[in-house]
């Protein structure tokens, strides 16, 4: 089973999920975005399985657990597989500096150690907003944590000025997570491209937008990009094929 060309191996081309037939999957890239960490941590057996399956030049990144970055009242609560005890609801997410927060951490760390994952992603809800709160718990939560040698990717939706997201992802070290068609990257080591299908899930990347993504990875060989849209399966392999391809004529590209 191949890898991606040696020539592009270092852009990190993928999907957010696995499909339920993977072998052509990591044939064609080189990364995908575990989901299921987000609703509850896999068990350790099954993440130490998928990493035995997929090549050893395969990439998983993760997503970080719910009880992190959500509050209690947000609908993904939902599908928890346990019921939280209703007197220290006030204790999950907004990066809290509580037992349980520490706790989710814990598991979330495991997991990404067994997988070998390089980076993990936080995404916070448009309920997370700008306040001198979260971004204190912010400041406490990743000056606290064992960084490893990950990339700490971290996509917060809602309404945060550029300034204040420049401003905490300098200080804190943490990889501004966006889609380029739609934002640019205020801060990061490396690029952590994230395509939603420019707010229409079931948006399929037309070729020109492709190229435009190959010249963006060209200008940034060492990032990540996750196609996480319903034709992700198809797209992130179209992608990849441009970059295999001799480079087209120079055009727009993608902000990144």
Same mark, same amino acid.
């Given at each position: ?93 907004? %990066? &809290? ?10 598991? #979330? +760390? !495991?997991?990404?150690?067994? /997988?070998? @994952? ?74 952590? %491209? &994230? ?10 990347? #037309? +070729? !020109?937008?492709?190229?435009? /993504?190959? @010249? ?41």
């Amino acid at each position: 089973m191949s890898s991606l060309p040696a020539r592009i191996v270092r852009a990190r081309i993928g999907c957010a999920g696995l499909p339920d037939e993977r072998a052509s999957f990591y044939a064609r890239l080189n990364v995908a975005e575990v989901q299921d960490t987000f609703y509850h941590p896999l068990p350790l057996r099954t993440a130490h399985s998928l990493r035995r399956e997929a090549p050893p030049a395969f990439e998983f990144t993760i997503r970080a657990w719910l009880l992190i970055t959500h509050d209690p009242s947000h609908p993904n609560y939902r599908h928890l597989r346990f019921t939280l005890p209703e007197e220290r609801k006030g204790a999950f997410g907004s %990066f &809290r500096d509580t037992e349980e927060v520490w706790a989710a951490w814990g598991k #979330t +760390d !495991e997991v990404a150690q067994a /997988l070998r @994952a390089r980076a993990i992603f936080f995404r916070t809800p448009s309920a997370f907003k700008p306040t001198p709160e979260n971004i204190e718990n912010l400041r406490r939560f990743f000056g606290r944590l064992d960084r490893r040698d990950y990339l700490l990717a971290w996509e917060p939706r809602g309404n945060w000025p550029a300034e204040t997201l420049a401003m905490v992802c300098a200080e804190l070290d943490l990889t501004h997570v966006v889609d380029p068609f739609v934002a640019r990257s205020r801060y990061s080591r490396r690029r952590y %491209f &994230r395509l939603n299908g420019m707010g229409e899930e079931k948006r399929r990347y #037309t +070729d !020109e937008e492709l190229d435009k /993504l190959a @010249a963006l990875l060209r200008k940034h060989p060492s990032a990540y990009c996750l196609f996480a849209n319903h034709h992700r399966f198809e797209d992130a392999p179209r992608l990849a094929s441009r970059l295999e391809a001799t480079p087209p004529a120079p055009g727009g590209p993608a902000r990144g």
